[in-house]
């Protein structure tokens, strides 16, 4: 197995083009911004809140999950998104990212006060502004750095989830708690495409986040094709906490250039629909599609392990599969406060625990360039990833990796 030093994986140009805002704020900062607003923690210190909330394990996926109550309590203002924004591009520049597709559900944070157009602002210009910063101090040679960003509908929302939602259920009491996901769903689709249209905000793609089993994506289908119509790039949550079924609905419904996980590819024991007769085939044919499609996979290593009770051991994940398999994939954070993580790190975790050759790593941080959702052009992409893998061979030679 290749050995690959820290200073060369630093060095190297990374992306992660699956990281959630309310997941990787700074933990000082979020207890900063809790006290400029009188919002009170659990703790107030770092070390408090690491015992209590951000714990290095959890036992469920619900524990991890309460975190972001705090974290969203703290953005539900322009200053709070845009801090968040900026620390968080900041962050990553500073660990060799030149690539960051941030991601975030806008109607977790709107209120009357407070409507989409300024909280997609609010995000940019934090973005923006870091974006600058960094590329005007790049050494000659060096890639530039840029950034997107992704709207993500909820497969499951009630009341208590923001002043936005509240107005929802209440306006669609008479509908059912689907009608209002549906609705939601397609009005944050319309959304996010007139101002991807008509402003300079970054908007790059539309995404499904939330629990899968029992919110199924077939509520979606209106609002991905409406994105899909409208020349919008999609990537789905899928396989994390469901099975082959969840990813299938995913690439054959949601017309998902991508997947948020992937986890349960391969496990047939989650197929629990009685009209797949054949496991084995099933998932051979929908590895066999997601492959010559490139659908590229979004892995997430560290967040499985923690949220995944049956994952014992790293080994066990489904990476060492998808590797096998040659499916496009790279690797992302998810959330980098709650899973105490950076890119380094999954990057780390991937190259310590598997078996990935110089060749197979020089493919999988191309694929996140390749197939990210990048805001410009094509002919501009293409100059753009050109300039990442020169720059990433030219490390390789310097670092002396084979």
Sequence with gaps: MTKYSQEFIRAIPKSDLHVHLDGSLRLSSLIEMARERSISLPSSTVEGMKELVFKPAYKDLNEYLSGFTWT???????????????????????????YLEVRFAPQLHMSPQFGFEAVM?????????????????????????????????MRFFDESFSAYYRDICRLLSYSG????????????????????????????????????????????????DYVHKNFMRKT?????AYGPESIFQ???KLHADRIGHGLHLFNEQMILSGSVKDKQAYIA?????IAENRTTIEVCLTSNMQTSPALKDISEHSLRQMLAAKLSLTFCTDNRLMSHTTVVRELTLALENFSIAPDQLKDIIAYGFKRSFYYHPYSRKRKWVRQIIDYYETLEKKFGIA
């Excluded at 602002?121 to 950034?147: H, I, Q, S, T, W």
């Design 72 to 98: 969203l309590s703290v953005m539900q203002d322009p200053e709070g998104l845009e801090r968040t924004a900026y620390e968080l591009a900041e962050d990553n520049w500073a660990e060799g990212v030149r």
């Design 121 to 153: 602002r609010a995000v940019d210009n934090g973005m923006k502004r870091a974006r600058d910063e960094a590329n005007r101090k790049l050494a000659p040679g060096e890639p530039p750095v840029d950034y997107g960003i992704i709207v993500c509908a």
């Design 177 to 224: 708690p689907q009608e209002a996901i549906r609705a939601a769903s397609l009005e944050l689709a319309r959304a996010g495409v007139r101002l991807r249209r008509e402003t300079d905000v970054q908007i790059v793609g539309f995404d499904l986040a939330g629990s899968e089993y029992g919110y199924p994506a077939s509520a979606h289908e209106e609002s991905y």
């Design 236 to 240: 789905v949550h899928a396989g994390e």
């Design 250 to 252: 995913a690439v054959a």
């Design 285 to 289: 044919n929908l590895v066999d599609y």
